[in-house]
């Protein structure tokens, strides 16, 4: 699995630091729906008479939404966005509290019903953080395993408690508005209890600690606890179903029977009976107090991934790889197939007398359950027996006489948005081809973070061939679609090593050949929103000695000029050009950390200009701020210049030349007329590659093949006189093609360049 680490060491290590990196994720669809598969769902049903009920998905899109629910429809209520990698899970706790935890390795604390402010992260898991389990009539109580192996279990109202703040670098206090939980203090989680089978997990100024439950020698997939959080179940990969006393940490009995990993679980209301489902296809039914298995059921056909059950625990809900539901009498072992979905069946959730089902798709589905007198489901017919051998079931699978689902059409249906599963970054570094799980292909432009064109329906491979164009630019961005969108991903100093001309971009009022950094320019862009918020806040002077203006104290440590280069020739302007606006009806989100707190994630828009240095990294800042660059590798590409063979035109230099790789071929044409208009002599250029001032006039040596040196007084290369060609590898060159360009396909060698020129006929 992918894996989302620190993207940088904070520690005084005396290696090489690297950078953290800046992410943004784009997305052109509407943000009120999912965009990837969705791994968890949680039900809220109101108290209040007159109050909403809602459902909560947790999505591989990294966020959570809300959905108002009503008889026959559900409505987009809010979005909970702070998680940077998947949502694996979330449960209801203390009554209004939504808990939700990451493969970010964080458990994130919400208020249910606010805006979808994130009002507490906690970092004390070491991976990917899998599962979560809620008492429902203790509500205090929450548990949550990962593939590190830890189960913790969680004392919410202590950890949500106002407590004496502290500087916790495991818990971060993330709320930045008003969400309903007020503003909460740092602090970790309180023990529920001590106990020989615990272990504190190190903080490093803190009093409270959270406690780990230990046992698990691998990752764990699979947590439950009954409703008073007397009894707490988890399995994963090691096969076997381990009890504890969440009250006491203790370690009460292991159950095996499993052959493949535990991927479900559930616990009766009493604590007494459990029930499991694995990748070994089975559903398995325990006596706790008998510490055995006494019932098994051979329902599925492949991995078992979740289970609900009726309120009285006599059937069991399960669904799985082999995207079929079913719903089990745990007695009479009679089963029956409720429905078939297109795509495998990650979780379940019983609302009323329906059942949501998740999927590896965007979208969620309802269907009729009968919880409350699932009898009737049985009386419509269809049903078989459950035997306790796997291969009973796949057997009866393929001769064919599979069973036939109840339910042909789910009653409601939350859609969401194709996930994007390829990419192509193209040629130019700017745009991006991709295709969707409906098969549409699209073109993106990632400086302004927008679709430009949408090709429908086309074979991939073929529109890729067709916008192939023959240009070399830096790669100076990576991405990925691991959230079923574009991931932008920046990392200093590589991202700032393209450039292009101001022409080429068709920035009206800028001179065409001024150098745009792509990099600095899309930051600028994606962070105008926060800047112009900060500017409110703080003013736009800058101090005295040229750092980022003061409003919140940002350190000399992270931001001093040996750090950095500047250039001369910039202008220190926050002007966003229009290649690099980003739409503020869809913005894409920010990912990425400061000195403190860990990753976040954000919509640009709902940045508020107090952001500083331990939010992010420092070389963003100072780019956005200061207009400065870190320093970049070489920008230039050397070169020979030299006449066509048998040509009987004059030698004009016999140097090694120097000059940006983005330089364009006219330019160069430019420079071989200049010369020899004016019928410079091999001195007037010196041993290192300079040109003398006398060609502009200017007070020193310049170099010889440069963005300035053919501007004075020349005409477009066209209408110049006598007519030049450039060649390379006896190729005619295209005026507008760069040195870059020029290396990468023409020259094909890791020698330096050589060119080649030749009078042509005059054009008229």
């Given at each position: ?446 400086t302004r973070g927008v679709v430009i ?7 991939f491979e073929k529109k890729k061939e ?199 071929i006219h330019k160069v044409v430019n ?94």
């Amino acid at each position: 699995m992918h894996r989302v680490g620190s993207a940088g060491n904070t520690s005084n290590s005396v290696r090489a630091r690297k950078e953290k990196r800046l992410t943004y994720v784009l997305n052109d669809a509407d943000d009120t729906k999912h965009c990837a598969g969705i791994n968890c769902l949680a039900a809220f049903t109101s108290t209040e008479p007159d109050g909403c009920n809602y459902l909560f998905t947790g999505s591989r899109d990294a966020t959570l939404k809300r959905w108002a629910l009503s008889e026959d429809s559900a409505s987009f209520s809010a979005t909970f966005e702070s998680h940077v990698d998947w949502v694996n899970d979330a449960v209801m706790a203390n009554g209004n509290t939504l808990v939700s935890c990451s493969s970010d390795a964080t458990i994130k604390v919400w208020n249910s019903l606010s805006d979808g402010a994130c009002a507490r992260t906690f970092h004390q898991h070491s991976d990917y953080v899998t599962c979560l389990a809620a008492a429902e009539k203790n509500s205090n109580v929450i548990a949550s395993g990962g593939l590190g192996g830890e189960v913790f279990v969680w004392d919410i109202e202590a950890a949500l408690s106002p407590v004496a703040k502290s500087n916790d670098a495991d818990v971060d206090d993330c709320s930045t508005s008003s969400n309903g939980l007020g503003p909460l203090p740092n602090t970790s989680l309180r023990p529920i209890s001590s106990s020989n089978n615990i272990s504190v997990h190190a903080t490093q100024n803190q009093g409270y600690v959270p406690i780990a439950a230990k046992g698990h020698k691998e990752s764990v997939y699979a947590l439950a606890t009954n409703d008073q959080g007397t009894v707490l179940v988890s399995g994963g990969t090691e096969k076997v179903i381990r009890v504890w006393d969440p009250r006491t940490g203790s370690k009460s009995m292991k159950l095996r029977g499993h052959t493949d990993n535990i991927r479900a679980l559930l616990v009766d209301p009493s604590g007494r009976y459990c029930i499991s489902g694995s990748s070994d296809s089975m559903i398995r039914y325990w006596d706790l107090s008998m510490q055995r298995c006494i019932h098994s059921y051979a329902v599925h056909t492949d991995s078992v991934w979740s289970l609900a059950s009726t309120p009285s625990f006599s059937h069991v809900y399960s669904g799985g790889r082999d995207h079929s539901l079913y719903l089990t009498d745990l007695n009479s072992r009679e089963s029956v197939l409720l429905c078939r979905e297109e795509h495998p069946i990650l979780q379940l959730a019983l609302d009323n007398d329906g059942i949501w089902l998740a999927t590896t798709d965007s979208s969620v589905h309802r269907y009729p359950a009968e919880a409350r007198d699932p009898v009737k489901v049985f009386q419509r017919g269809g049903s078989f027996y459950a035997g306790n051998l796997s291969f009973s079931r796949a057997r009866v699978s393929l001769e064919g006489s599979t069973p036939v689902p109840v339910y042909k059409e789910a009653s409601l249906s939350i859609r969401g948005t194709p996930a994007i599963v390829q990419h192509e970054i193209l040629n130019n570094r700017r745009h991006v081809l991709t295709k969707d799980t409906a098969g549409i292909v699209k073109l993106w432009e990632i400086t302004r973070g927008v679709v430009i064109e949408n090709y429908g329906e086309v074979p991939f491979e073929k529109k890729k061939e067709e916008l192939i164009e023959m240009v070399s630019i830096p790669a100076w961005f990576t991405i990925d679609t691991r959230l079923g969108s574009l991931s932008v991903h920046l990392d200093t100093p590589q991202c700032f090593s393209a450039e292009m001309y101001s022409a080429d971009l068709s920035i009206v009022g800028k001179p065409e050949d001024d150098k745009v950094n792509l990099a600095r320019e899309t930051l600028k862009g994606l962070l105008a929103h926060w800047l112009a918020k900060r500017r409110q806040r703080f003013g736009s002077q800058p101090s005295s000695n040229g750092e980022i203006p003061s409003g919140k104290e940002i350190s000399t440590r992270t931001l001093t000029l040996s750090r950095v280069e500047g250039d001369a020739n910039l202008e220190n302007d926050s002007s966003v050009y229009p290649p690099f606006e980003f739409p503020v009806t869809s913005p894409p989100s920010v990912v990425t950390e400061g000195s403190q707190g860990g990753p976040w994630r954000k919509k640009t828009t709902d940045l508020d200009g107090t952001e500083d240095e331990k939010d992010f990294p420092w070389w963003v800042l100072d780019c956005v701020l200061n207009n400065r660059l870190p320093p970049r590798e070489n920008t230039k590409c050397s070169f020979y210049l030299h006449p066509c063979e048998g040509s009987t035109v004059q030698i004009l230099t016999q140097g090694k030349l120097s000059a940006p790789r983005i330089l364009r071929i006219h330019k160069v044409v430019n420079y071989v007329i200049e010369k020899m208009v004016l019928d410079k002599s091999l001195d007037s250029a010196s041993a290192d590659g300079t040109l003398a001032p006398s060609i502009l006039g200017g007070p020193g040596p310049l170099p010889l093949v440069g963005d300035s040196s053919l501007r004075s007084g020349l005409r477009p290369w066209q209408r110049l006189k006598p007519s030049i060609e450039i060649l390379c590898n006896n190729q005619v060159l295209l005026p507008d093609m760069s040195l870059a360009t020029v290396r990468a396909y023409i020259w094909k060698k890791p020698e330096d360049l050589i060119l080649n020129y030749r009078v042509v006929q005059n054009r008229s």
